[in-house]
């Protein structure tokens, strides 16, 4: 049976969407908040993460307690997670267990914000911090996103800082909540075997005393500037690279034409980069992505190798890059256009995966777009699209970091 | 009601078949009997070493023409090496077996293993060794494993940084030789597929394949208790691991049910002792590793070096007093997180290619999910009680990794 899409605004702005397969075993739940990082001002730096752990915390009906008790009852798998711009919370269940989990995440997004829980999970999030801290790929990525962006708040840690969260009050927590968590700052997202209807009943009775609050997103673009830096430290042992150039943002049509320019260029397997740096032992991992953001967008690309063999690589990465337009062929970007195509497919056989694309799709283009027609744009790319986006895009300014073991010269 | 369909083929090779309804796609999970546990004790590391360059030219296709013929399909693939197999997957849209199986199968029966691929996938095999100092988190579970399994079960599939700078492409040549065989091989397919066409098609492309290899091992056990390696980062990560009971026993789905009281959700013990109400760490967690011949139970957290001590009192306690009983709403949750797992595995063809493929080793016979809903079903509160008071988790192999070394709670 085929999937049926729906849609409805309730009248306090809040869209909700769905895919219904009468067919699918499973239901999946998710609430998108156009919130993040990029939202925050530098004081409050972490909030939204950190916001959305107490999102755990309960309400007047639950406490945090009654929170993980009640997911674990129905037996979702079940979570929440937080970017730059968007904050997700998500629960996948059999399907009798939809109305408790969409009571769950209604009642669960007017949180209480008890100052007990508040401090204690501040202690998790300082935890989580020093648990990203021993990982070098995440050190590099944030020292450069923070350069990249340069005073665009898009160079905000997610995670936030030691400093910036120990210093986090309450009541920041809670006039960024009330700002930015109202129904026309979200969506919901469902997907499976689901009775649509009787979803926006419950939804519209369960947020009928949410406020709209208007609020809207700072668009001011980003300036991208090369850069170049290197962070020594005596307790990593490889090499890694991490650097960031301008692309198409995620609204763009040309954003079809990134994603397989990237797998051309810089797919884990049978890319540009694999042939020249992993093939051959040089790296153990080279590659490229397309990250689209809202209303920008960036490439970025990484490395990592022996400290020794650091700057050959990183040459060989500025020579692909830089060569990109003079060597395409149909052959790559066919096979580009296929497992980009496969990954969507696969992406969308379970209910889980159709909730997740659907409500990203809303929240940054409020349309919605069938799997078969993703497809067929992405089917239809070709050299020349590729050609016409590296022309715009030429894949500079670069702005690079990297982090090496404090011996190596 | 699911059926698996079992073909034997003369030569050994065991091919599970699971027709799955509603998906597009098909993949399959093939098991060779080349795991780590096997390689000869001055090479450890073949395995990883062999498992990158059968991506590296197969058949009449050298590396580059083999890669972009999967590439053309889109396939998603992957090798991975456990102590006891070698695995091979790979996911296809079910329309594409006829083409996708000869490239891919090539990979087993004709792979080149050329010797200018040999150079470059050893040295990624010595740097993926070199850079776990980079992954603490990784790395305390690989040495919790070796010091609790000891030899060869508890080998990180890894392999040595000096036993591969001793390696030669012969010496990978000849293990692919005696290891790629297939009485011993399983190969798992789950999906849009049509099981008599399949069943035929991989018949044709292995039925001559022909071989054996022994699965004899002599063990020498772990030395266990404590040991602290000492690393400058940010956490201290703590690894603790509990003999348990393999696949095959009766009891295994019980313990199970009481790994998943600790860990199965966010209101599991583990998290909410010592996540929610202490605040000690992000990460922790426990698992059951249940094979054929022996069982581990394994957990992790970490956390900053001011804590560690308090965290790995409360975690070890935690483990052990399972022991003191499971109660009726704990044991509820337990049962239908782990049914509503198995519905959610039933949407994945890789997962349920997987899961037969692994059963039929560990247990003999594929089983449905179906089965494993009513294997859930089986174990009673009573049950469960009784299990966990005879086997507490006590005298864990602790494995720290960090600035400072801890009390171990067993000394």
């Given at each position: 049976m085929a999937?049926?899409f729906k849609?409805?605004?309730?009248d306090?702005?809040?869209d909700?969407i769905a895919e219904v397969?009468?067919?699918a075993h499973?239901?999946?739940?998710?609430?998108?908040v156009?919130?993040?990082?990029?939202d925050?001002?530098?004081d409050?730096m972490g909030v939204?993460?950190?916001?959305?752990?107490?999102?755990?915390k309960?309400?007047?009906?639950?406490?945090?307690?009654?929170?993980n008790r009640?997911?674990?009852?129905?037996?979702a798998?079940?979570?929440?997670?937080t970017s730059?711009?968007?904050t997700?919370?998500?629960?996948?269940?059999?399907?009798?267990?939809m109305e408790r989990a969409?009571?769950?995440w209604?009642?669960l997004?007017?949180?209480t914000?008890?100052?007990?829980?508040?401090n204690?999970?501040k202690n998790?999030i300082l935890?989580e911090?020093?648990?990203?801290?021993?990982?070098?790929?995440?050190?590099a990525?944030?020292?450069a996103?923070e350069r990249y962006f340069?005073s665009?708040?898009?160079?905000y840690?997610v995670l936030g800082?030691n400093?910036?969260?120990?210093?986090?009050?309450?009541d920041?927590m809670?006039?960024?909540f009330e700002?930015r968590?109202s129904?026309?700052n979200m969506?919901?997202s469902?997907s499976?075997?689901?009775?649509f209807?009787?979803c926006?009943a419950?939804i519209a009775e369960a947020t009928?005393?949410?406020?709209?609050s208007?609020?809207t997103?700072?668009y001011?673009?980003?300036k991208?500037?090369a850069?170049d830096?290197?962070?020594?430290?005596d307790?990593v042992?490889?090499?890694?690279?991490?650097g960031?150039?301008?692309g198409?943002?995620?609204q763009?049509?040309?954003?079809?034409a990134?994603a397989?320019?990237?797998h051309?260029?810089g797919?884990?397997?049978?890319s540009?980069l694999?042939?020249?740096l992993?093939?051959?032992g040089?790296a153990d991992?080279?590659e490229?992505?397309h990250?689209g953001?809202?209303k920008t967008g960036t490439f970025m690309?990484?490395?990592?190798?022996d400290?020794a063999k650091?700057?050959?690589?990183?040459?060989?990465?500025?020579?692909?890059?830089?060569n990109a337009a003079?060597?395409?062929?149909?052959g790559e970007?066919?096979?580009?256009?296929?497992?980009i195509?496969m990954d969507?497919?696969?992406?969308?056989?379970?209910p889980a995966?159709r909730?997740?694309?659907l409500g990203?799709q809303?929240?940054y283009m409020?349309e919605?777009?069938p799997?078969?027609t993703e497809l067929?744009?992405?089917?239809?790319?070709?050299?020349?699209?590729?050609?016409?986006?590296?022309?715009?895009y030429p894949?500079?300014?670069?702005?690079?970091?990297?982090?090496?073991?404090?011996?190596a010269? | 009601?699911?059926?698996?369909h079992?073909?034997?083929?003369?030569n050994?090779l065991?091919?599970?078949?699971?027709?799955?309804a509603g998906?597009?796609?098909l993949?399959?999970?093939?098991?060779l009997?080349?795991?780590?546990m096997?390689e000869?004790?001055?090479?450890?590391?073949?395995?990883e070493?062999?498992?990158?360059?059968?991506f590296?030219?197969?058949?009449?296709?050298?590396?580059k023409?083999?890669?972009?013929?999967?590439d053309?399909?889109?396939?998603?693939?992957s090798?991975e090496?456990t102590?006891?197999h070698?695995?091979l997957?790979a996911?296809m849209l079910?329309?594409?077996?006829d083409?996708?199986?000869?490239?891919?199968l090539?990979m087993?029966?004709?792979?080149m293993?050329a010797?200018?691929?040999?150079?470059?996938?050893r040295?990624?095999a010595?740097?993926?060794i070199e850079s776990l100092?980079d992954?603490?988190q990784?790395?305390?579970m690989?040495e919790l494993?070796?010091?609790?399994?000891g030899?060869p079960r508890g080998?990180?599939?890894?392999?040595?940084?000096?036993h591969?700078e001793?390696m030669t492409?012969d010496d990978?040549?000849d293990y692919?030789?005696k290891?790629f065989v297939?009485?011993?091989?399983i190969?798992?397919?789950a999906?849009k597929?049509d099981?008599?066409h399949a069943?035929?098609?991989?018949?044709e492309l292995?039925?001559?394949?022909?071989g054996?290899?022994?699965?004899a091992?002599v063990?020498?056990?772990?030395p266990?208790?404590y040991?602290?390696?000492?690393q400058?980062t940010?956490?201290?990560?703590i690894?603790l691991?509990?003999?348990a009971?393999p696949e095959?026993?009766?009891d295994?789905?019980?313990?199970r049910l009481g790994?998943?009281?600790?860990s199965g959700?966010?209101s599991?013990?583990?998290f909410?002792?010592?996540?929610?109400?202490?605040?000690?760490?992000y990460?922790v967690y426990?698992t059951?590793?249940?094979?054929r011949?022996?069982g581990?139970?394994y957990a992790?957290a970490?956390t900053?070096a001011?804590r560690?001590?308090?965290?790995?009192e409360v975690?070890?306690?935690?483990?052990?007093?399972l022991?003191?009983?499971?109660?009726?709403d704990?044991?509820?949750r337990?049962?239908?997180?782990?049914?509503?797992?198995?519905?959610?595995?039933?949407?994945s063809?890789?997962?349920r290619?997987s899961?037969?493929?692994?059963?039929?080793?560990?247990?003999?016979?594929p089983?449905?999910?179906?089965?494993r809903a009513a294997d859930v079903?089986a174990?009673?509160l009573?049950k469960?009680?009784?299990f966990?008071?005879?086997?507490?988790?006590?005298?864990?192999t602790?494995?720290?990794?960090?600035?400072?070394?801890l009390?171990?709670?067993?000394?």
């Amino acid at each position: 049976m085929a999937v049926e899409f729906k849609h409805v605004t309730l009248d306090h702005g809040l869209d909700i969407i769905a895919e219904v397969n009468p067919d699918a075993h499973t239901s999946a739940v998710g609430f998108f908040v156009k919130a993040g990082s990029r939202d925050e001002t530098g004081d409050v730096m972490g909030v939204s993460h950190f916001l959305e752990h107490m999102m755990f915390k309960g309400t007047e009906r639950r406490t945090a307690a009654d929170v993980n008790r009640e997911f674990d009852e129905i037996g979702a798998n079940y979570n929440a997670s937080t970017s730059q711009e968007v904050t997700n919370y998500y629960a996948h269940v059999l399907p009798e267990y939809m109305e408790r989990a969409i009571d769950l995440w209604t009642d669960l997004l007017r949180p209480t914000l008890r100052d007990d829980d508040f401090n204690m999970e501040k202690n998790v999030i300082l935890e989580e911090i020093g648990m990203y801290a021993d990982r070098p790929f995440w050190v590099a990525y944030e020292d450069a996103m923070e350069r990249y962006f340069g005073s665009h708040p898009l160079n905000y840690r997610v995670l936030g800082t030691n400093e910036s969260i120990a210093a986090l009050k309450r009541d920041q927590m809670m006039a960024y909540f009330e700002q930015r968590y109202s129904p026309d700052n979200m969506v919901a997202s469902l997907s499976g075997n689901i009775d649509f209807d009787k979803c926006v009943a419950q939804i519209a009775e369960a947020t009928k005393a949410w406020k709209p609050s208007r609020v809207t997103r700072d668009y001011t673009a980003p300036k991208a500037e090369a850069g170049d830096a290197t962070i020594t430290r005596d307790n990593v042992k490889m090499h890694y690279m991490v650097g960031l150039c301008p692309g198409p943002s995620t609204q763009d049509d040309s954003r079809y034409a990134a994603a397989v320019l990237a797998h051309v260029l810089g797919d884990s397997e049978g890319s540009r980069l694999y042939w020249k740096l992993i093939d051959p032992g040089l790296a153990d991992e080279a590659e490229l992505s397309h990250y689209g953001f809202d209303k920008t967008g960036t490439f970025m690309f990484y490395a990592s190798c022996d400290a020794a063999k650091g700057e050959q690589v990183e040459s060989i990465m500025h020579e692909v890059l830089d060569n990109a337009a003079d060597e395409l062929e149909a052959g790559e970007v066919e096979r580009a256009v296929s497992k980009i195509a496969m990954d969507m497919m696969l992406r969308s056989e379970k209910p889980a995966g159709r909730m997740m694309a659907l409500g990203g799709q809303w929240l940054y283009m409020g349309e919605y777009q069938p799997l078969e027609t993703e497809l067929q744009r992405v089917r239809a790319i070709t050299v020349d699209d590729l050609r016409a986006l590296l022309a715009a895009y030429p894949l500079k300014p670069r702005s690079v970091v990297r982090l090496t073991p404090g011996d190596a010269t | 009601m699911t059926d698996i369909h079992t073909h034997t083929y003369d030569n050994g090779l065991t091919l599970l078949i699971e027709p799955m309804a509603g998906v597009g796609s098909l993949a399959m999970s093939l098991l060779l009997p080349a795991g780590a546990m096997y390689e000869p004790a001055d090479r450890l590391g073949v395995g990883e070493v062999l498992g990158e360059m059968i991506f590296r030219g197969a058949g009449e296709l050298d590396a580059k023409a083999h890669c972009d013929a999967l590439d053309r399909l889109g396939l998603h693939r992957s090798s991975e090496i456990t102590s006891t197999h070698l695995r091979l997957g790979a996911t296809m849209l079910g329309d594409q077996l006829d083409e996708a199986m000869p490239l891919l199968l090539d990979m087993i029966r004709r792979p080149m293993l050329a010797d200018d691929t040999f150079g470059p996938s050893r040295t990624l095999a010595v740097q993926a060794i070199e850079s776990l100092d980079d992954e603490p988190q990784r790395r305390v579970m690989i040495e919790l494993k070796r010091r609790h399994l000891g030899e060869p079960r508890g080998r990180s599939v890894m392999g040595e940084i000096e036993h591969l700078e001793a390696m030669t492409a012969d010496d990978v040549r000849d293990y692919y030789a005696k290891r790629f065989v297939p009485r011993g091989a399983i190969l798992g397919i789950a999906g849009k597929v049509d099981v008599d066409h399949a069943i035929e098609r991989i018949g044709e492309l292995l039925g001559d394949w022909s071989g054996d290899a022994p699965t004899a091992i002599v063990e020498q056990p772990g030395p266990r208790g404590y040991e602290h390696r000492d690393q400058d980062t940010q956490q201290v990560h703590i690894g603790l691991a509990y003999d348990a009971l393999p696949e095959p026993h009766a009891d295994s789905m019980t313990q199970r049910l009481g790994i998943a009281v600790l860990s199965g959700g966010m209101s599991g013990r583990l998290f909410t002792q010592v996540r929610e109400e202490r605040g000690l760490c992000y990460s922790v967690y426990a698992t059951y590793a249940a094979a054929r011949d022996h069982g581990t139970v394994y957990a992790y957290a970490g956390t900053t070096a001011q804590r560690a001590a308090e965290t790995l009192e409360v975690m070890s306690d935690v483990l052990t007093k399972l022991g003191d009983g499971v109660e009726a709403d704990e044991f509820e949750r337990a049962v239908v997180g782990l049914k509503a797992r198995l519905v959610m595995q039933g949407e994945s063809t890789a997962a349920r290619a997987s899961a037969i493929a692994g059963d039929q080793f560990a247990v003999d016979a594929p089983r449905t999910l179906e089965q494993r809903a009513a294997d859930v079903e089986a174990v009673t509160l009573d049950k469960l009680n009784d299990f966990v008071a005879a086997h507490r988790l006590t005298d864990p192999t602790t494995l720290t990794i960090g600035p400072t070394a801890l009390t171990s709670p067993a000394s």
